[in-house]
């Protein structure tokens, strides 16, 4: 009887446990997905052999063509050449500031208003030299006069034309100094209106308001720059000048604006190193569309002339790690090699050059990263 129960016992038993594996029973998703890329390393590090080498899509290297570069640093200048100065001849203090520093002016602008003694010292002069020039006149035309009625010499007529003559020149010579301070002879005044001698931007500000300015012995009141083009001095090691030469173009970009790129020609290769740095100052001419600022950072690439065949990939086939960039190659059925690279400029299309490493027409990885951390797991 005893038997009989435990018989029993066991029976519901098992059929319980088949009921619950039957009723219970659902679809793991993990089952479904593709089953973990299992990695086997072999005995050469950079060699690695993985089950389902489908799950990383491979990318070929195209031909590239590229030129030799030179990368330089430079910083944005005014063109000399169309960069000027304003001056005041005369001296005086400045009573009317109508222009400020970064301003934009146009020629014949007024930008400062100056009183001067030496304005009021020149129409003084002028008025006199007036005087002297109607006496004299006066003078001759009586000579003149008793010279036909014999009442006076040749010499006597000869002498008063003479005066009249240098009286003549004195005011020639008064009024033109007058014009060349700034003064106009219609209205004698002791200001001075320094108006600008041509169009552009106010490049440096050496006076202010109530301040004093001392003629041509001072510094220039302010300095007017063309900014429709601009100068770009960058410093190339002199090591590195061969690939540099006057004539040719170089492509600028702004640390502003990165994505800009602008071109310009090369003007001058300066003659004089620098002898603690032996580099030398390369001007580049470029035309400013008007984002450039005087002062701006920005960097220069040069193009030699030698053309060099090399490969391009998908940026994201080039590993950086450990300081060195690595792509990965096929290397036989389910094996991939990582291969040392240099690793060029980025190109359009997301594609970047490598300059040594792997030729054109290679396989390699398209997502080199995501190999890599395969690997690593």
């Not at 594996?21 to 072999?42: I, Q, R």
């Not at 590229?66 to 910083?75: F, H, K």
């Amino acid at each position: 009887m005893r038997r009989a129960a435990l018989s029993k016992m066991a029976l519901l038993s098992a059929l319980a446990l088949l009921l619950a594996g039957c009723g219970g029973s659902k679809a793991d998703p993990k089952a479904e997905a593709p089953p973990p890329a299992t990695v086997e390393h072999e005995q050469d590090a950079n060699l690695v052999t993985v089950d389902h080498p489908e799950q990383f899509p491979l990318a070929t290297a195209v031909e590239y063509i590229s030129t030799t570069q030179l990368v330089a640093n430079g910083a944005i200048s005014p063109d000399i050449s169309r960069t000027v100065p304003v001056i005041s001849l005369a001296a005086g203090r400045v009573v009317g500031l109508y222009a400020r520093l970064g301003d934009s002016v146009t020629k014949g602008q007024l930008l400062l208003r100056v009183q001067s003694a030496d304005m009021s010292a020149a129409f003084s002069d002028y008025r006199k030299a007036l005087a002297d020039e109607q006496l004299a006149r006066t003078q001759l035309e009586r000579s003149k006069l008793l010279y036909d009625k014999g009442a006076i010499s040749l010499n006597d007529l000869q002498v008063a034309q003479d005066s009249a003559e240098k009286a003549k020149v004195d005011v020639e010579n008064t009024s033109e100094r007058l014009r060349v301070l700034g003064g106009n002879l219609e209205h004698p005044a002791a200001m001075v209106d320094i108006r600008a001698p041509a169009s552009g931007v106010i490049t440096d500000q050496q006076v202010t308001n109530a301040g004093g300015v001392a003629g041509l012995s001072s510094p220039n009141p302010f300095t007017i720059s063309d900014l429709s083009n601009v100068w770009i001095l960058c410093d190339v090691y002199e090591n590195d000048l061969d690939n540099v030469h006057v004539g040719e173009m170089a492509e600028i970009r702004l640390t502003a604006y990165p994505d800009k790129v602008f071109s310009g020609r090369i003007s001058n290769l300066g003659p004089v190193l620098d002898p603690a740095l032996r580099t030398a100052k390369v001007r580049i001419e470029v035309h400013n569309p008007g984002l450039m600022r005087i002062g701006m950072f920005v960097t220069a690439t040069f193009h030699g002339l030698k053309k060099e065949r090399r490969a391009a990939v998908p940026a994201s086939a080039i590993l950086h790690l450990h300081d060195r960039d690595w792509v990965y190659v096929t290397a036989g059925e389910k094996r991939f090699r990582r291969v040392e690279v240099v690793a060029g400029r980025i190109l359009p299309d997301k594609t970047q050059e490598v300059i040594s490493g792997i030729s054109p027409g290679q396989q390699v990885v398209a997502n080199a990263l995501v190999l890599q951390n395969t690997v690593e797991h």
